[in-house]
């Protein structure tokens, strides 16, 4: 049967030959099970979790501020929707199962409702109860996620798998307010199987000794050792005193005081015990005074901070805080150097700034909230601000609210303050924040440089054609007056006084190229009767342009974002300006559009229905 039998060519034999001789390369397919594991394996383990943690990035907030201001990171997505993409990826094999439950239960929060469309059509299937009711009365979302979280975490109590016990992971839980002031028992039976725990927002009847939170704090002081942050107010003082123990929270890194009535020596003997303390937040206490800040060979040094934020503590003066920094100038370190402080409603004058700023050498965020009822004092001794370190300045003076007040007190603290930018010591100043809404034009109104052909008539020297001795040229001597017959005598010669200064207008041409503001400034202003922040971005006058620029206020890194006052932030409400010419040579600051507010992922993606809430604030 060889009928049908072709007779192969003799190149295509050769070209048969040639190709059994080169080597064949497999070329798997990426759908490949076995090639997807072999990829798999080969990731190391903090590669996936950062790759898990760009899915649900609210796994890394590891802040010491509470769920409500965690809420506003900006980061427009949906943490219920994240967090339920994240479990998914848990579901795919058991080492991933391993490698996510150490992600997801990092950084725990409850969160109310879907910040997404997803949440109107929750919302309406909650309601439904039966087939004939469908209005019936919602569910508490909250409550009900934070008792699901309790049976995961105590049924995972103990057991020693590769996924291992779910609760000794969790470093960071955060509730809502009303969620925390009304299950205090189920939080109690959570945070009993959390030992390693950082952070917790706990309900506020813990701190003034309220008999209803008596269970939650005997259970943390018992289990959780290891936290990071307390507030002790009115009538938690005898707590405040076990501090310096050490048998619990020994590793305590911010503290906040409110309202407490002790005893200083007492107290410095809490504060001294707390090795790992880093910021402190002191608000209403006049028992806090300067005599803590001094030394004692009796007591324990006061600890070295890198945030200290003080808020009506009328005793507190600028003394004081530069004796503090004196004596823990040789126990500090740069990683314990003082970096932010706050200062509202104290004893501590504007013109006593610069006591602080010579101490603190390291010093960056500063603040000074003061309500004033006298002048500037007009005393020779007062300094102009300097510093190398500062990059953010908060000088907010306001006059007191008087019948009695001189309409125009806070006009020499902002010309002092005009007078310390314009000095140029204070190289590194990015940022200011003022009450003056007339402050940005007055740096504004600073004299320009002068131009290259601009010279003083009075003055004026023409500049020699060729072989002159000296400057004046031929038709004027060395000294500056016409030659005569008689210039030959050094002794009897008198100058003459016609190009001297005495033209009252002549020092208007050296004014000119006095030192000016020479760095980029942000300014936030605002008046007592204003209600919208205003923003300007000041440039130096010998670049010839001026610009826009939006630069959030700086929150406090622990947590004590009270004192620094958030609500100057762009997305709080700042109405951000350009700085154009009029055409008139003014200025005048005219203000942009504000963007859109931020919203969800999913609701971004979905169909926008109307009537439905899209704010993702809401």
Request: net charge positive; glycine share 6%; hydrophobic share 35%.
């Amino acid at each position: 049967m060889k009928w049908f039998k072709r007779k192969k060519s003799k190149g295509a034999e050769k070209a048969l030959d040639v190709s059994r001789q080169q080597p064949q390369h497999f070329t798997p397919r990426v759908s490949d099970p076995r090639y997807l594991a072999y990829l798999q394996a080969a990731v190391p383990v903090n590669v996936w979790e950062r790759i898990w943690s760009f899915v649900c990035p609210h796994t890394l907030d590891e802040g010491y501020e509470n769920c409500e201001q965690s809420s506003l990171d900006g980061s427009g997505t949906c943490m219920l929707c994240d967090l339920r993409d994240l479990s998914h990826c848990a579901q795919v094999s058991k080492k991933w199962n391993t490698l996510v439950v150490k992600v997801m239960y990092h950084s725990v929060r409850i969160d109310p409702v879907h910040y997404c469309d997803l949440e109107d059509v929750l919302a309406e299937r909650r309601k439904r109860r039966s087939r004939y009711d469908r209005n019936g009365e919602p569910e508490d979302t909250a409550r009900a996620r934070l008792t699901l979280l309790c049976r995961t975490l105590r049924d995972r109590a103990g057991v020693r798998d590769a996924a291992g016990d779910y609760g000794a992971k969790v470093r960071y839980f955060k509730i809502p307010y009303m969620t925390r002031e009304t299950c205090k028992t189920i939080m109690a039976q959570t945070v009993a199987v959390m030992p390693n725990l950082r952070y917790l927002d706990l309900p506020e009847g813990i701190f003034s000794e309220d008999s209803s939170c008596i269970t939650l704090k005997e259970i943390l002081q018992a289990r959780c050792t290891d936290l990071r942050k307390m507030t002790y107010t009115r009538g938690s003082e005898r707590d405040l005193e076990s501090l310096a123990s050490g048998r619990f929270w020994h590793n305590l890194e911010v503290l906040e005081l409110s309202k407490i009535v002790m005893d200083p020596t007492i107290l410095r003997h809490a504060l001294g015990a707390l090795y790992n303390l880093h910021a402190l937040k002191v608000s209403h206490m006049k028992s806090f005074n300067d005599d803590l800040f001094q030394h004692n060979d009796r007591l324990p040094p006061f600890p070295p901070l890198r945030e200290l934020i003080f808020n009506n503590v009328p005793n507190i003066t600028a003394q004081g805080i530069a004796t503090y920094l004196q004596l823990s100038s040789d126990q500090n370190t740069t990683e314990t150097a003082l970096e932010t402080l706050s200062m509202t409603n104290t004893g501590v004058l504007p013109s006593e700034l610069q006591h602080i700023l010579a101490t603190a050498h390291s010093l960056k965020y500063l603040t000074i909230i003061a309500t004033v009822s006298t002048s500037f004092p007009a005393s020779s001794n007062t300094l102009p601000l300097s510093s190398s370190s500062l990059q953010t300045l908060n000088y907010e003076i306001s006059a007191a609210d008087t019948p009695h007040t001189y309409a125009s007190t806070t006009e020499g603290y902002y010309a002092f303050l005009k007078a310390s930018l314009i000095s140029n010591k204070l190289p590194n100043l990015h940022e200011l924040y003022v009450r003056d809404p007339d402050f940005p034009e007055a740096l504004l109104d600073l004299a320009p440089p002068a131009p290259a052909f601009a010279s003083d008539p009075d003055n004026f020297r023409p500049r020699s054609s060729g072989g002159g001795s000296g400057a004046g040229g031929p038709f004027l001597s060395p000294l500056g007056s016409p030659r005569s017959i008689h210039s030959h005598s050094s002794t009897n010669s008198i100058p003459n006084n016609r190009f001297s200064s005495n033209n009252p207008f002549a020092n208007a041409a050296r004014m000119q190229s006095a030192p000016g503001l020479k760095q980029e400034l942000i300014v936030y202003s605002k008046g007592l009767d204003e209600e919208e922040w205003s923003f300007s971005n000041v440039k130096p006058a010998e670049k010839g342009r001026r610009g826009s620029a939006t630069a959030p206020r700086p929150i406090s890194s622990y947590g004590l974002g009270n004192g620094l006052a958030s609500p100057w932030a762009s997305e709080r409400g700042a109405r951000q300006s350009v700085v154009v010419g009029n055409g008139f040579g003014g200025f005048l600051a005219v203000p942009n559009e504000n963007g859109p507010r931020p919203s969800s992922s999913a609701g971004e993606k979905g169909h926008r229905r109307k009537g439905s809430q899209y704010d993702m604030w809401r």
